[in-house]
C-alpha cells in the first residue's frame, strides 16, 4: 500500500523558515517524480513545485521561487521542502504527492497518491 | 502557464440527479486533462485520466469527454458519497495545473 506521510508543519513567523518532510512507503521511490501541492484555508489546489525521480530536475511555482528548495534522499525514501522567506501567504495544508511518471513531465501523467498534508500557518 | 478555468464554482444536486462540471483551458492540451475529487478534510483523489479514463476503483456513473480546450466531468445517478469538490488538471504542459475547483452540494 502506498503511503506517504507529511511532517514538520507548524506555527512559523513571517520571514523565517521552516522544513517539510515526505516519508514514502509502499512503492519504490526513486522511479517516480514527485511534488508539493499546496492549500490556502477554504482555497484550491496549488502545485508548488516537482522533482524527478534522479534529483536533476526540479521546478518551481512563481509564488515559491527563490525561497522554497525542494529536494529527496533516495535512499531514505523521502522527500523535502526547505521553506525560507516565509509569507502570510504560505499559509496552507502542504500535500506531498506521487506523479505515476518519473520525469513529471509525460503528457499522459497525473498526480496517483496524495498524502493527507501538513499544515503551515504563517502569522506573527 | 497553462491557465485552467471550472464553471460553474459550486452547483447544489439532489441524489439521484446528473450534473456536469465543465473545464477550460487557456491553450490547447489535446487530451490531457485529468480530474480529482477532494472530500471535506480530505485529500485529493484522482478520478479520471487523459480526460475519459476511470481510475482503478472509481465507479461507472463518473464520466469524461472533452479534448483541446474544453472539457466536462459527468455524475450520474449523484449519490451521498460524491458531495465533494471537483478539480480539474491539464498534464499536456509542465507544470501541470489546476482548475480552481467546482463545489458539489446537497440540495
Known amino acids: 500500500e502506498v503511503q506517504l506521510v507529511e511532517s514538520g508543519g507548524g506555527l512559523v513567523q513571517p520571514g523565517r523558515s521552516l522544513r517539510l518532510s515526505c516519508a514514502a512507503s509502499?512503492?519504490?521511490?526513486?522511479?517516480?517524480?514527485m511534488h508539493w501541492v499546496r492549500q490556502a484555508p477554504g482555497k484550491g489546489l496549488e502545485w508548488v513545485s516537482s522533482i524527478t525521480w534522479t534529483g536533476h530536475n526540479i521546478v518551481y511555482a512563481d509564488s515559491v521561487k527563490g525561497r522554497f528548495t525542494i529536494s529527496r534522499d533516495n535512499a531514505k525514501k523521502s522527500l523535502y521542502l526547505q521553506m525560507n522567506s516565509l509569507r502570510r501567504e504560505d499559509t496552507a495544508l502542504y500535500y506531498c504527492?506521487?506523479?505515476?511518471?518519473?520525469?513529471?513531465?509525460?503528457?499522459?501523467?497525473?498526480?496517483?497518491?496524495w498524502g493527507q498534508g501538513t499544515l503551515v500557518t504563517v502569522s506573527s | 502557464d497553462v491557465q485552467m478555468t471550472q464553471s460553474p464554482s459550486s452547483l447544489s444536486a439532489f441524489v439521484g440527479d446528473r450534473v456536469t462540471i465543465t473545464c477550460r483551458a487557456s491553450?490547447?492540451?489535446?487530451?490531457?486533462l485529468n480530474w480529482y475529487q477532494q472530500r471535506p478534510q480530505k485529500a485529493p483523489k484522482l478520478l479520471i485520466y487523459a480526460t475519459s479514463n476511470l481510475q482503478s476503483g472509481v465507479p461507472s456513473r463518473f464520466s469524461g469527454s472533452g479534448s483541446g480546450t474544453d472539457f466536462t466531468l459527468t455524475i450520474n445517478n449523484v449519490q451521498p458519497d460524491d458531495f465533494a469538490t471537483y478539480y480539474c488538471?491539464?498534464?499536456?504542459?509542465?507544470?501541470?495545473?489546476f482548475g480552481q475547483g467546482t463545489k458539489l452540494e446537497m440540495k
Open positions: 491553450q490547447s492540451v489535446n487530451n490531457y
Open positions: 504527492v506521487k506523479d505515476m511518471d518519473a520525469t513529471g513531465i509525460a503528457a499522459d501523467g497525473y498526480f496517483d497518491y
Open positions: 509502499g512503492f519504490t521511490f526513486d522511479d517516480y517524480c
Open positions: 488538471q491539464q498534464s499536456y504542459i509542465s507544470p501541470r495545473t
